[in-house]
């Protein structure tokens, strides 16, 4: 009986132990917000950017701000967020980016 007992603590602390250990390495995980996971990603201008306009991704529009006066129908990438706002520059300048 003393056996059962011992065991059944044993596992008890086991499994508490565990439990810790997972609630420890969860807070360590920053959670991202769902706007950036569109860093990167490759939308359209559907007005002129100048500095704000708005831009496609995957049908739907969002308001981005540029550096760089983009015209409508400009591929562009996204760089960065700001809340919900997206920060993009044009294909473009990628492009060239990489000639040099």
């Known amino acids: 009986m003393k056996i ?14 565990l439990l810790l250990y997972i609630v420890i390495i969860s807070r360590e995980h920053k959670l991202k917000n769902h706007y950036q996971n569109l860093i ?35 591929k562009v990438q ?4 700001e809340g919900v706002l997206l920060k993009v520059e044009p294909m473009l300048l990628k492009f060239f980016a990489g000639k040099n």
Do not use: Y
Not at 4 to 17: D, E, K, Q, Y
Not at 78 to 81: E, K, Q, R, Y
């Open 4 to 17: 059962i007992f011992f065991l059944a603590l044993f596992l008890t602390g086991i499994v508490s132990v």
């Open 40 to 74: 990167g990603m490759i939308a359209i201008a559907e007005t002129d950017l100048d500095p704000l306009g708005l831009i496609l991704v995957f049908g739907e529009a969002w308001q981005a701000t540029s550096i760089v006066k983009i015209p409508k129908g400009t």
């Open 78 to 81: 996204i760089i960065a967020t």
